[in-house]
């Protein structure tokens, strides 16, 4: 990975060490953490995927619960939002293919 260079989409690679048989990486601070959680984050309430949970039957012992939400969470993201991550993500994917860099997901 420090041979891949610098790039704008690309997280860089700061370093590594060992601890105990297990090689941890050092990586730049992304301050909105992974892509995929901060999709999930801008997804404006109510907008669950269909099927991934069950409500119960009986609601009558439920309260009403308040939600707080950040400022950062009230602007849901736009048509427009979501087409420049898929630009960002394949401008670094391309990088990635031209430095001829594999990434293999390992079986678990």
């Known amino acids: 990975m420090r041979m891949v260079g610098k790039h704008v989409n690309i ?9 105990g ?3 941890m990486l050092i ?6 953490g992974n892509l995929r ?13 269909p099927g991934l949970y069950e409500s119960p039957s009986d609601t009558d012992n439920y309260e009403q619960e ?15 939002d979501l087409i420049l991550f898929c630009l960002q993500v ?7 293919h ?3 860099v594999n990434i293999k997901k390992e079986k678990q």
């Not at 959680?37 to 995927?49: E, I, V």
């Open 98 to 100: 031209s430095k001829k």
């Open 37 to 49: 959680d901060y999709l999930r984050r801008k997804r404006p309430p109510g907008h669950a995927l």
């Open 27 to 32: 990586v730049e601070y992304a301050k909105y």
């Open 90 to 96: 394949a401008s670094g994917m391309e990088y990635l």
């Open 11 to 19: 997280i860089s690679f700061l370093g590594c060490c060992t601890k």
């Open 66 to 80: 308040t939600i707080i939400i950040d400022d950062d969470y009230i602007r849901s993201l736009t048509t427009i």
């Open 21 to 23: 048989g297990q090689v």
